[in-house]
């Protein structure tokens, strides 16, 4: 157990100009679960195995504990990975798989048996322990790829989008199972996925991550309250926030009809910018009349998910001015298609970035 | 309706097809056996035979009664005035071993090393491996055997080890590169997490997921050494107790007073040990052991 650091680490691929993970500065506590999140290509699997050595660092460094390991082989890191197909010896048994890391450590047989046997139990794999990867069903193999990880008590856990190969169902239980088991370890763990719903939910802390910059890091929580700039905003949640750029006025921003009034130390930060983004999540517009401003919103299309219904739509914003929109709505009084209905829009709920920088001017 | 159309067209194309290939097929299957089998029948039917009887009635290919006591004088030794083939299957017998020990050796290691290690003008180097053969045997025997007379290696089975395993690695890295870049990456990146360094990889995870490989090019090198003749004969033929079977077959062969028993008893011999090896190794020429290894 230890904390991880990363200070200002690059990775250029060769052959390409623009750098796959770019200055990244991140810092994990001792224990913790950091998760990193973002579309493909945005450089969080880069960044997991630099840190699992696996890939070289071109500038910047990485330390484990108060150990500087951005040039060490993967071997002398103490750290147990997680791969997103399990990788899994196909010629060893279950057993061998999980204890092959103490074989190579050097463990004597008994030992490493005991290890290995309770490794099982916690993952419920007793029974498994003679089979031959190819005998195991998907959520099996993750498990002994897990085991594999946990029998090493390492330093850190690396996880690279371990439950993306399982089926819907399987994914939601793994995924509790696994935090749950990352939380009585008590082991640093840092945790790739491009699924936010698992992000939101394993990470003590978020990092997201797009176009190898790491945008914010976060509790989950201030992540979705207080998203750092635009791409979030729009990365974390589902159905995304509304991101609409409206003009500024004098006391505040104009919204169609209305003017959402804003606090004066946001109004200071919008610095005589003449357009902000607005961002309005699903859930802060309401199809009942209330106070605040609203929108007129032609319905497109209505999801109904049984608990919630989400209405997609478009609004006008003036004259000939349209945008998307989409509205977290009470199912059982849901518009029809083609429907006019008015949005109301909870003007305390709003962010505002940047129309220039994407930055968030609200606080 | 289309149903009843095709039923009433007995001949159409599918139905063609079927018939003709049908009876080709055991046609074909039938010329090969026979091409194939008939002369290593004939050649054992000889071998069993008596020298008398084969010349009486050369075609009998069922005989009255078999005879083993050709295998007996080709087996025994010269100074008991028998052919010494004991000797010449023993030589080739080590050599090819040799040959086969030291070429996976060498060949293990290249090819992990040109199928996993970025290095410059590794494209270029295994373009070369294959160049080697584009070049007759006889073109390199000449200089070879000059070279090798001049620092004193002709006529020992050494001088010819080193020949053989210069001629079979390139084609053995050729013949488990292409294995090896079939096993994922991932394993051997989990095993470098796992703590092995890059020899234990090879050790643990490479070799043992390229074990039919490593047999059939085993086989493959076994095959060549073992009937290998030019170098033999350039190297060894001075020197009957360094013959190998294929130099020694040949030689006696090339003598009027071995009676064609002897030869076929000889060929025999020649051809027995590389058949029942493949037939020892074959159950381990299985394909797909690294199914498994990642999401199927």
Redesign the interface.
């Known amino acids: 157990m230890s904390t991880v650091s990363y200070d200002g680490v690059s990775r250029t691929y060769p052959g390409n100009d623009r750098p796959a993970v770019d200055r990244l500065d991140l810092q994990i506590d001792d224990g913790e679960c950091v998760v990193l999140v973002g579309p493909s290509g945005c450089g969080k699997s880069t960044s997991l195995r630099m840190l699992?050595?696996?890939e070289d660092v071109d500038a910047g460094t990485i330390t484990i504990g108060d150990r500087d390991v951005t040039h060490l082989?993967?071997?002398d890191?103490d750290?147990?990975?997680v791969?997103q197909?399990?990788?899994?010896?196909?010629?060893m048994s279950v057993a061998d798989n999980i204890g092959?890391?103490l074989k190579?450590?050097g463990v004597g047989k008994a030992e490493r048996m005991r290890r290995v046997r309770e490794a099982a139990t916690m993952l419920d794999l007793q029974e498994l322990l003679d089979r031959?990867?190819?005998?195991?069903s998907?959520g099996q193999?993750q498990r002994v790829a897990m085991g594999?990880a946990i029998v090493?008590e390492p330093q850190v856990f690396l996880m690279d989008e371990p439950l993306s190969?399982l089926d819907a169902k399987l994914r939601v239980s793994t995924r509790s199972q696994i935090a749950a088991l990352q939380r009585r370890l008590g082991i640093t763990t840092i945790y790739v996925t491009h699924d936010q719903v698992e992000a939101m939910t394993m990470g003590d802390r978020v990092a997201v991550l797009n176009g190898g910059v790491l945008q914010q890091v976060d509790i989950p929580r201030q992540l979705y309250d207080k998203p750092a700039n635009v791409f979030v905003a729009g990365f974390v949640g589902s159905p995304a926030m509304n991101l609409i750029r409206v003009p500024v006025v004098p006391d505040g921003v104009r919204l169609g009809d209305h003017v959402v009034p804003l606090d004066r130390a946001t109004f200071a930060r919008i610095d005589h910018n003449p357009e902000v983004i607005l961002g309005i999540r699903p859930e802060s517009c309401r199809t009942t009349p209330q106070d605040g401003p609203e929108l007129h919103v032609r319905v497109e299309l209505v999801e109904e998910l049984g608990a919630d219904a989400y209405l997609y739509g478009t609004a006008a914003l003036g004259s000939d001015r349209h945008t998307d929109i989409v509205a977290r709505i009470d199912p059982r009084c849901a518009p029809v298609t083609n429907a006019m209905v008015r949005l109301t829009v909870d003007s305390t709920q709003v962010h505002v970035f940047s129309a220039s920088s994407g930055q968030r001017l609200s606080s | 309706m289309a149903q009843t159309h095709q039923s009433r067209c007995r001949w159409n194309r599918d139905a063609v097809e079927t018939r003709v290939f049908g009876v080709l097929r055991w046609l074909v299957i039938a010329v090969l056996v026979l091409v194939t089998a008939f002369p290593l029948y004939y050649m054992v039917m000889l071998s069993l035979r008596s020298l008398d009887q084969v010349v009486l009635r050369p075609g009998v290919l069922w005989p009255a009664e078999f005879d083993v006591s050709t295998y007996v004088s080709v087996l025994t030794s010269v100074a008991d005035g028998g052919q010494g083939f004991l000797v010449f299957l023993r030589n080739s017998f080590v050599i090819a071993v040799l040959t086969v020990a030291a070429t996976l050796l060498a060949a293990i290691p290249g090819a992990y090393a040109i199928s996993r290690l970025r290095f410059a003008g590794r494209r270029q180097v295994s373009a070369l491996f294959l160049a080697v053969y584009l070049f007759p045997a006889i073109l390199l025997a000449v200089p070879l055997f000059v070279f090798f007379a001049r620092i004193g290696l002709r006529g020992s089975l050494v001088g010819l080890l080193i020949v053989y395993v210069a001629q079979t690695v390139p084609i053995s890295i050729y013949m488990l590169r292409n294995y090896f870049e079939t096993v994922p990456v991932s394993l051997e990146e989990s095993a470098a997490i796992d703590g092995c360094s890059r020899f234990q990889i090879i050790r643990w995870i490479s070799m043992p997921l390229a074990l039919p490989a490593l047999m059939s090019t085993a086989l493959y090198v076994f095959m060549i050494a073992w009937n290998e003749f030019l170098f033999a004969l350039l190297f060894l033929a001075e020197d009957r107790d360094r013959w190998t079977v294929s130099l020694g077959l040949s030689q006696l062969a090339g003598s009027i007073e071995i009676p064609t028993t002897v030869l076929m008893a000889g060929s025999v011999l020649l051809t027995l040990p590389i058949i029942g090896i493949f037939f020892l190794a074959e159950r381990m020429l299985v394909e797909g052991l690294t199914s498994g290894a990642e999401k199927g």
């Open positions: 699992a050595g696996l082989a993967p071997k890191r750290i147990a990975m791969f197909n399990y990788a899994l010896y196909p010629h092959f890391a190579v450590a031959k990867p190819r005998a195991l998907g193999r594999r090493r190969n």
